[in-house]
Nanobody, 123 residues
Framework: QVQLVESGGGLVQAGGSVRLSCAAS????????MGWYRQAPGLQRELVAS???????DYADSVKGRFTISRDNTKNTVYLQMDSLKPEDTAVYYC?????????????????WGQGTQVTVSS
């Protein structure tokens, strides 16, 4: 079983910065992609940024130029550096990881989510 533990949320003023971290743990773990999603009250969960094992990244248009996703493969950890924050960035941010573990010589695919961390941007 793959577990994701997030940290780094909180309250910040508009224009400020926050850095989120998400560490994945599990035995015989192989991670193909990690990403950050967010969900604001009354809205659907949306992709914020993602990064694949080769290092390619993708961002939502609303955060391009302000957010940066990075990954430390040695620690199975993904980061989201959020700069120039706006009140509309307020949401619960969720970490996601996809890949497989090896169980008795067989690949078992997973799509796991963290518990979420609140980011609130005040105006």
């Amino acid at each position: 079983q793959v577990q994701l533990v997030e940290s780094g949320g909180g309250l910040v003023q508009a224009g400020g910065s926050v850095r989120l971290s998400c560490a994945a743990s599990g035995s015989a773990l192989s991670i193909n992609a990690m990403g950050w999603y967010r969900q604001a009250p009354g809205l659907q969960r949306e992709l914020v940024a993602s990064i694949i094992s080769g290092g390619s990244t993708d961002y939502a248009d609303s955060v391009k130029g302000r957010f940066t996703i990075s990954r430390d493969n040695t620690k199975n950890t993904v980061y989201l550096q959020m700069d120039s924050l706006k009140p509309e960035d307020t949401a619960v941010y969720y970490c996601n990881a996809r890949g497989y573990t090896v169980v008795f010589g067989f690949r078992r695919w997973y799509d796991s989510w963290g518990q979420g961390t609140q980011v609130t941007v005040s105006s």
